[in-house]
């Protein structure tokens, strides 16, 4: 209603303003008629009042009067000049015209003017707005010898004026007319682009719903209402779970359709007083007003997590996502727009950690953490981009569980702080993938150890096998990061076949990652699942990419050998791995029982504290130099 009011109020301003411009146009196009006209009429007149003189001449040097009025009678051709009159020299009247009428008095001295015409002889030509007298002196040989008195009417000139005036405004008016009507499709467009761009600025194009701009907006008025009102509101933070694999599998197009389907349900289960806007790629954000307290808002959480765990109908199967929700409580958690933001979107990243698809509120506690990411963040930043900023690599030994000869190595991430704390590896990885810098990472990591093998081989130490760790997050580079691999080993001069990666069974099931897992085989690499028995990984996707070893998770080996059921998992594992001809190692050994087991049940590499807590380059050289590790029994 607003903005139609505002157009119609435009629409009247740009009327005014073009009839405001082109009265004045009309204006000074008359009044420049106006002075043209009168100075040609002018010209015209003096032009026969010189005419008339010059003929005069002949019947005043002879004072004859009857030539005299047939030469002054001519004026009755010409509409402009109402009355004329012919003077002698001595003042004498000798013809006059309309005749019989005294237009002019009598010259003489001592004659009263008043009795031959109303108006007195000007002593020079009298021009008016409406008319006067042009004065003309008649020459005989250079010499004066009468006076010619034209008495002119300017009506002609008004009329003619009002004309001109009558036909600009008859041709203003339809030209008006025409270019309303030819621009008044301009105008709808104009006004239909109008709302587009407000549509554009304000609104989602996917999904139709208030964009981040709008909905800050409205975050800012439901901020205004809380403190003038009283009462409490909330701030939801959604970001909807596993949306890239919707992409990914099933195209753009389709998120976009999966994407609309979730702003229904999201306003469907919301209130038409609560405002829900989607301020992201797959973040969206809802403001839910006048409620009782955080009660009412976790219910309303746990309503939209059941919506959207709802399976979406799509072609050739139904997709299931999740959703996580970040809580702030207005005006508990703060009364600044931005503020809420950052708390909600705070919350939500806890709940990521924690494995997806739930709920929970900002906290002191929660910014305490994302402030101490935000630290390691810039640390670890720090830390790369400078030669020597405490990372290092640490090796753990891996032995063969029947004969314990030495096979290799898994190479792990560490870091010394700027203050000597270590950071562990729980701490700085996480951040390192949710910041991003988990490839920047991989690539040092990777590089380092390359040098670490080179200072190795020059002390005499030759280590078969190096085991890498792989994020998730580096495979979304796709093959790339395999080309990126291969371009370190080859200026290092290592060999890939050397080396293993190792990835959780996750990476087996997503789209990309399954092509980035065929490359790294192609590229002359091997592959080992890590953490087995953790994931949800099947016997087919071993096949397919050409696992080379499973490491059963330590969760399985510390309770062995006393955990009869965690036994016969170990041995079925350990069984149907080495049907599909797949090797089997595993982690977190620490006492000879565990060993002994392992090695009974068929296992084929250990690793843990029991053999070697992990250490550095120059710890692994004197390690594998002790005569007792050479020959462990």
Known sequence: MEESHRLRRSRRLSLLSMGLALLIAFFLLVVHQYFAGRRALLEELHTEAAIIAENSSAALVFEDARAGQEIITAIRLTPRIVAGALYRADGLLLASHPEGQRAFPNLMPGHDATAFADHPLPERTALGLTGGVIREEVRFKGAPVGTLFLHVDFTSLYWRLLEYAAGVLGIAAVALALAYRLTGRLRRRVARTEEQLEQFALYDQVTGLPNRRLFEQELAKAVSRVRREGGSAALLFLDVDGFKKVNDSFGHEVGDRVLTMIAARLREALRSEDVVARIGGDEFAAVLHALGGPNDAARVACKLIATINEPFPTDPTPIHIGLSVGIAMLPADGEDPVALLRHADMAMYVVKGQGKNGYQFFSEAIDGKVRNDLRLETSLRQALAATDGGLWVAYQPKLCARTRRFLGVEALARWQAPDGLQVSPAEFIPVAERSGLITALGDWLLGQVCRDLAWLRAADVEVPKVAVNVSPHQLLRGEAVIDGFCRTLARHGERAERFEFELTESTLTEARGARVLEAL???????????FGTGYSSLGYLKRFRVSTLKIDQSFVRDLPDDGDTAVIVRAVIQMAHALNISVGAEGVETGAQADF????????????????????????????????????
């Not at 085989?521 to 953490?531: M, N, S, V």
């Not at 380059?617 to 130099?625: D, G, K, P």
């Open 521 to 531: 085989h192609a590229a002359g690499f091997t592959l080992a699942i890590d953490d």
């Open 598 to 633: 392992l090695a009974a049940a068929d296992c084929d590499i250990l690793q843990g504290y029991l053999f070697g807590r992990p250490m550095s380059a120059h710890q692994l050289r004197q390690y594998l130099h002790e005569p007792l590790v050479k020959a462990l029994p």
